[in-house]
């Protein structure tokens, strides 16, 4: 019988355990305190939290407000003593009750999730979309590629990012850097050849990240 009691004991204690941990965490500004409770601004929404003599306060001057009311004779001191209406606070609680377990003092409020995923987005927002351009190439130079389409022609800004691609050009390359040169995209775009350029375009420039041969000039 008793390790029949023992066991029930032990099955019971585990069962507690997880009920115990279902606890949140959330951070925001104090807007009202009561002795019985706390309500805190959080992401703009007001949340109420039940507090009581099993909450935990840490906040500055909390440890010197225990002691005293401890020599008073008393348990400890009010949560209106320590927290006041518009400091920022983290919650810990129960969320099947509301009850707080925790009410500790931080130093801000961090931004909303909202406001921090905000600059990332404007900046995926604002990236030049890419764009495709076909025609016969009218001038080239270090800098720069000219390509006669069908409304006119089109100058696209190159530099050492800019990729050039089309039939034998690896071998071309190659043999330009044995030879102790730096292949230009001069070296492998010529007038008269037609080109598929892949660009983006910021204002009045567009700028190629991609040049196909797709034809040599015959």
């Given amino acids: 019988m008793k390790r029949l009691i023992a066991m029930i004991g032990c099955a019971v204690l585990v069962a507690a355990v997880p009920a115990l941990a279902q606890t949140k965490t959330v951070k925001g500004s104090v807007t009202n305190v009561g002795t019985s409770s706390i309500t805190v601004k959080v992401d703009g929404k007001d949340m109420t939290f039940n507090v009581d003599a099993k909450t935990t306060v840490v ?4 440890s010197t407000k225990t002691r005293e009311a401890q020599a008073a004779g008393k348990a400890g001191p009010g949560i209106t003593e320590v927290v006041k209406t518009g ?7 129960h969320e099947q009750d509301m009850h707080a377990a925790t009410v500790r003092a931080i130093s801000a409020v961090p931004a909303p999730a ?9 900046e995926a927002a604002a990236k030049p979309k890419a764009m495709t351009a076909t025609g016969v190439v009218s001038a080239v130079t270090g800098s720069s590629l000219t390509v006669k389409e069908k409304t006119g022609d089109a100058t696209f800004s190159v530099d050492n990012k800019t990729v050039v691609s089309g039939t034998g050009l690896g071998t071309a390359g190659r043999k330009l850097m044995e030879a102790g040169g730096k292949p230009t995209l001069a070296d492998f775009v010529k007038d008269g050849d037609t080109v598929t350029v892949t660009y983006q375009e910021s204002g009045e ?7 196909r041969i797709v034809r040599k000039k015959m």
């Fill in 87 to 93: 400091e920022p606070v983290e919650v810990v609680y």
């Fill in 59 to 62: 906040a500055k001057g909390a």
């Fill in 205 to 211: 420039t567009k700028t190629a990240s991609t040049v």
């Fill in 114 to 122: 909202a406001e921090k995923s905000a600059a990332p987005h404007g």
